[in-house]
């Protein structure tokens, strides 16, 4: 078995995807139709994800937030999250700690949002047996009193799918220091938190482990500049959810160049890295594609490949049990090789 045909096959844990970039285009234009949301530049289903144009961030995120607007009643929302499960449970994801961005919904109230997204989840595990739990991403684009208020929202309606809070959008406008009242208040609630740095210093890194208490790093990169940064992390075991095909081409892991060498100095450094595929379709990537892509410029083979799921498995937020059924499964349905 090659290493491509084990990444196909093998079992995945998803801890880096974003429900909002992982809509399918066709559902996109159907639901903007249906809604009177205008598409930018009246492109179809075949053009809507210009991943060439990705590469700015500003762009992807203009066409993230169309892709929020036209997503606006309860049944969009099931159908959204219905739809990437069930194709991630196809490319053998068998568990999924999923960001919504609840701000990329313009007007509609969080409460509504979860209702539509929990009926999605429910009903994938149901049909295709893929678990899958809530991270709330806070806009750090906006203000610092918004982060609150939306930790509050994410508190006062909590249920037990969700599990923990995130900080996304553009990091030059929103540096992790802002959020520390409202990343204390959600670890006082009990919430687990994460946070995006694709683009900042790793002293932001660091801020967002000893001011904002997160127990993940979502890309993070540029931790490897950092010898001091890349040794406390190593040690302490801090999780990084890497994203291969969107950070090339949005630059993020100093590469671009398709040698994902960023990557594989984070590997090399012993940290502990997870692959995801951030948002597929606007990327056009999917869960086994990054795996794909990864092994063959890094050279990594099946043990490799298993070791991130592995990783995973053990940064996830599932409780004790939860996890050690998954790592069950995860045993149980890695190929031989």
Same mark, same amino acid.
């Given at each position: 078995m090659t290493p491509g045909e084990f990444a196909a096959a093998m079992p995945k844990v998803s801890l880096h995807c974003h429900l909002t970039g992982a809509v399918a285009a066709a559902t996109v234009v159907e639901l903007a139709a249906r809604h009177g949301v205008p598409v930018p530049g009246d492109r179809t289903a075949e053009t809507l994800y210009d991943v060439d144009a990705h590469a700015d961030l500003a762009e992807f995120l203009r066409v993230y937030d169309t892709v929020g607007?036209?997503?606006?009643?309860?049944?969009?929302?099931?159908?959204?999250?219905?739809?990437?499960l069930v194709l991630a449970a196809g490319h053998?994801?068998?568990?999924?700690?999923?960001?919504?961005?609840?701000?990329?919904?313009?007007?509609? &109230?969080?409460?509504? +949002?979860?209702?539509? /997204?929990?009926?999605?989840?429910?009903?994938?595990?149901?049909?295709?047996? /893929?678990?899958?739990?809530?991270?709330?991403?806070?806009?750090?684009?906006?203000?610092?009193?918004?982060?609150?208020?939306?930790?509050? +929202?994410?508190?006062?309606?909590?249920?037990?799918?969700?599990v923990g809070i995130g900080l996304d959008y553009a990091e030059v406008s929103g540096p992790p220091e802002k959020f520390v009242e409202a990343f204390a208040r959600a670890r006082r609630a009990g919430l687990r938190r994460t946070g995006h740095s694709e683009?900042?210093? &790793?002293?932001?890194?660091?801020?967002?482990?000893?001011?904002?208490?997160?127990?993940? /790093?979502?890309?993070?990169y540029h931790v490897v500049t950092d010898a001091g940064?890349?040794?406390?992390?190593?040690?302490?075991?801090?999780?990084?959810?890497?994203? &291969?095909?969107?950070?090339?081409?949005?630059?993020?892991?100093?590469?671009?160049?398709?040698?994902?060498?960023?990557?594989?100095?984070?590997?090399?450094?012993?940290?502990?890295?997870?692959?995801?595929?951030?948002?597929?379709?606007?990327?056009?990537?999917? &869960?086994?594609?990054?795996? +794909?892509?990864?092994?063959?410029?890094?050279?990594y083979g099946p043990d490799q490949l298993i070791r991130f799921t592995h990783t995973a498995v053990e940064a996830s937020w599932l409780d004790d049990t939860e996890k050690a059924a998954l790592r069950a499964r995860v045993t149980a349905l890695t190929p031989e090789f």
């Open positions: 607007a036209v997503v606006r009643e309860p049944a969009d929302f099931e159908r959204v999250t219905y739809e990437t053998g994801v068998l568990h999924r700690e999923m960001f919504v961005s609840p701000g990329s919904h313009a007007g509609v &109230p969080w409460p509504v +949002q979860l209702a539509g /997204i929990t009926a999605g989840l429910e009903a994938a595990e149901r049909d295709a047996g /893929i678990t899958c739990r809530l991270i709330v991403a806070i806009d750090r684009e906006g203000s610092p009193a918004a982060g609150v208020e939306l930790v509050e +929202q994410v508190i006062e309606h909590r249920t037990d799918h969700v683009s900042g210093p &790793p002293s932001n890194i660091t801020t967002m482990l000893d001011a904002l208490g997160c127990e993940r /790093i979502d890309h993070g940064v890349t040794a406390r992390c190593r040690d302490d075991g801090i999780p990084f959810t890497c994203t &291969p095909i969107s950070s090339d081409v949005g630059r993020y892991s100093g590469s671009g160049d398709g040698t994902h060498a960023v990557i594989g100095a984070m590997v090399d450094a012993g940290l502990a890295v997870t692959i995801d595929s951030d948002d597929p379709p606007m990327f056009g990537t999917d &869960p086994t594609n990054d795996f +794909q892509v990864l092994a063959a410029a890094r050279g």
